[in-house]
Structures are given as C-alpha cells and as structure tokens.
C-alpha cells in the first residue's frame, strides 16, 4: 500500500513570515559554524590546523574533540597570515576574514595555500571562492539563535540530524517586549546552549527566519553606516589598513591607544564588544593580537542603524579620544 505524508490544512496560525530566499540557498546548512569546522575536519581527515591567536576560542570545540594537533599563528598590521612554517599535505590552514574586511587576503591565499579553511563567521556577505572550504555562522549578522552554512570541495556528506531552535528564541522575542538589555542574561544562555552540540543541520525554524531577511537592505545599511563612520574616523584610528570601500563590513574596528574609552561607551549605552576575552589568555601584551582585542573598539555597523545613529556614535567618541 502506498504510504503518504498528509499535508496539515487548517488549524492555528504560525507565525507570519515572508517566503523570502536565504542568501546561500545551495550551501550546506548547519547548526553553529564551529561545527561547520568539524564537518571539514572529518571529511576530510586533516592531522593537524594552523589557526590565529586572534579568532574565537569555540574553534577549539571541535580540534579537541576529535585530538587534532593544533597551532597558532600571527597575524600582521594588515591582519595577514605570517606564515614561517610549512603546511604539512594533512595538515590545513585557517584563515577569519576579520569583519568581512579581508575579503583580499582570502583570495590571495587561496591561490597559494591548497589546505585552506577560510572562517567567513563575520563575513557574511563575503562570497565563497570556487573551490575553497568556506564557512558562516548566521547569528553574528541577522536575529536568529543559531546556523551555519557550509561550502566544501568535496561531494562525501555526513548524515545528520535536524537541530531545533524553538526553545532557543527567548533573547530574540522577548527583547522586542523588554529591550536588549532585559534580555542580555538569555542571550548569553544561548550562547552557553550552543557549546559542545552534535554537528546537526540548520533547523527549519533558522531558515524559516533567514528566508525573511531583507539582505540587499541589509547590505546597503551597513556600508552607508561604515562608510559614515569611516570618513568621520579614519584620521583618528591607528590601524594601518585601507579599507575598501563598498564592503557590508560586520562592524567598523576603530584602534585607540587611549585607556579606557570602551568603558566610556558602554557606560552611554553604545554596547561594543570584545573580540575576542579568550586572546588576552593565548597572547602577551606586546603582541599586536593583543591591542587588537584590548585597545580596538569594534562600532557597530549593522541594519538597525542609520546614518543619523552613527553621528551619535562619533559625535560621543569625539568627546572621549
Ligand atoms: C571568527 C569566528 N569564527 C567562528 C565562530 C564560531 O561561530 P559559531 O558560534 O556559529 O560556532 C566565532 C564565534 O562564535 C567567531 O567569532
């Protein structure tokens, strides 16, 4: 007898959302982009990586778990790769791109380097190159609790199960209610949820709320944003970069020297965050990875803002610096 899944008609209502696109239909979908980096290191039998002192210590969830040799690099003034030593046929290299801003430096390296992951978690918009084992994780960039795409050179896939986030979208709604602040305890709840989780796919919830995004407003608000911020700032910070122009930046990295400005700007309510707590651990005060998450104010660039909300910003920070 032929069996049929029946289609539910009637009932309740979800909730309403548009039947938009996702950004990267085609890529594999995921629950956290560090397992993103186990699904690469599984498939393909890496012995050991090369990564930044400067990145996000949940990398180190997956290396761990599957007792894979690890090694930190430097970066230099232009958030490069130093590479003074060799990459192994077995062994791969990760390379951020930081903020979406390094987008040069991928494409250089990937016609280089044959082992290359490259981690685009804050890079969203940067498109994967052909070829290159390329991964993103979603919540840096949009309001969803969770999710990953994945792009690899290799057709072997894993069978997974299916994540479900519903249990995990208090910080998300109930900021609407109470305001982000109320709600700073639940998100930081959601992060902890995500730690030591089985690789699973992106649950529907996710690319439910992902189909709704309205990418193209998104893009353009965040390069208006750093472009405003940029031409306001750029004489006063000292990092030794030119940024491009055009680029949906995940935020604008300003460097200052002077203490104690991130304080200041946290106590106006211009919440920026530390890239990354986990470096002042893995690195001396002397390294240039040091100043990069002690002394560099990450702005905030993104598509709730407009240019009105950055004049804010620099007419405070011109008050501070
Ligand atoms: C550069 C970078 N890569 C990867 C990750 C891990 O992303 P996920 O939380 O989706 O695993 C993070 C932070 O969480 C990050 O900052």
Same mark, same amino acid.
């Given at each position: 007898?032929?069996?049929?899944?029946?289609?539910?008609?009637? $009932?309740?209502? %979800?909730?309403?959302?548009?039947?938009?696109? =996702?950004?990267?239909?085609? #890529? @594999?979908?995921? !629950?956290?982009?560090?397992?993103?980096?186990?699904?690469?290191?599984?498939?393909?039998?890496?012995?050991?990586?090369?990564?930044?002192?400067?990145?996000?210590?949940?990398?180190?969830?997956?290396?761990?778990?599957?007792?894979?040799?690890?090694?930190?690099?430097?970066?230099?003034?232009?958030?490069?790769?130093?590479?003074?030593?060799?990459?192994?046929?077995?062994?791969?290299?990760?390379?951020?791109?930081?903020? $979406?801003?390094? %987008?040069?430096?991928?494409?250089?390296?990937? =016609?280089?380097?044959?082992? #290359? @992951?490259?981690? !685009?978690?804050?890079?969203?918009?940067?498109?994967?190159?052909?070829?290159?084992?390329?991964?993103?994780?979603?919540?840096?960039?949009?309001?969803?609790?969770?999710?990953?795409?994945?792009?690899?050179?290799?057709?072997?896939?894993?069978?997974?199960?299916?994540?479900?986030?519903?249990?995990?979208?208090?910080?998300?709604?109930?900021?609407?209610?109470?305001?982000?602040?109320?709600?700073?305890?639940?998100?930081?709840?959601?992060?902890?949820?995500?730690?030591?989780?089985?690789?699973?796919?992106?649950?529907? #919830?996710?690319?439910?709320?992902?189909?709704?995004?309205?990418?193209?407003?998104?893009?353009?608000?965040?390069?208006?944003?750093?472009?405003?911020?940029?031409?306001?700032?750029?004489?006063?910070?000292?990092?030794?970069?030119?940024?491009?122009?055009?680029?949906?930046?995940?935020?604008?990295?300003?460097?200052?020297?002077?203490?104690?400005?991130?304080?200041?700007?946290?106590?106006?309510?211009?919440?920026?965050?530390?890239?990354?707590?986990?470096?002042?651990?893995?690195?001396?005060?002397?390294?240039?990875?040091?100043?990069?998450?002690?002394?560099?104010?990450?702005?905030?660039?993104?598509?709730?803002?407009?240019?009105?909300?950055?004049?804010?910003?620099?007419?405070?920070?011109?008050?501070?610096?």
């Amino acid at each position: 007898m032929e069996t049929q899944t029946s289609k539910t008609i009637g $009932g309740y209502f %979800q909730l309403s959302l548009e039947q938009g696109k =996702e950004y990267y239909p085609d #890529l @594999i979908k995921l !629950n956290t982009s560090r397992n993103a980096l186990e699904y690469i290191l599984i498939v393909k039998g890496y012995t050991k990586i090369y990564l930044p002192y400067f990145t996000c210590e949940v990398l180190l969830e997956p290396i761990v778990r599957l007792n894979i040799k690890y090694q930190f690099y430097n970066i230099n003034k232009e958030l490069e790769p130093i590479i003074d030593f060799e990459i192994g046929p077995t062994e791969c290299l990760l390379y951020t791109n930081y903020f $979406g801003l390094t %987008q040069k430096t991928v494409k250089k390296l990937s =016609e280089s380097i044959d082992n #290359l @992951i490259v981690d !685009n978690a804050q890079a969203f918009f940067s498109k994967p190159l052909q070829g290159t084992d390329t991964f993103y994780s979603c919540r840096k960039f949009f309001g969803v609790s969770d999710g990953a795409y994945l792009q690899i050179n290799i057709d072997d896939r894993l069978v997974l199960e299916k994540d479900s986030s519903a249990d995990r979208l208090r910080h998300l709604i109930g900021s609407i209610d109470y305001g982000i602040e109320n709600n700073y305890a639940d998100f930081l709840d959601n992060e902890e949820s995500l730690k030591d989780n089985y690789i699973k796919s992106m649950s529907l #919830l996710t690319q439910a709320l992902l189909r709704n995004v309205n990418y193209r407003e998104c893009k353009r608000k965040r390069i208006e944003n750093f472009r405003y911020l940029n031409d306001k700032l750029f004489l006063a910070n000292e990092l030794e970069i030119a940024f491009q122009d055009g680029i949906p930046a995940m935020v604008y990295p300003l460097l200052i020297s002077k203490k104690g400005i991130k304080a200041k700007l946290i106590e106006k309510k211009i919440f920026v965050p530390t890239y990354w707590p986990n470096v002042f651990k893995w690195t001396t005060e002397d390294m240039f990875e040091h100043r990069l998450a002690k002394r560099t104010i990450y702005l905030p660039v993104d598509q709730r803002y407009n240019v009105s909300d950055m004049a804010y910003i620099v007419d405070f920070l011109k008050k501070i610096i």
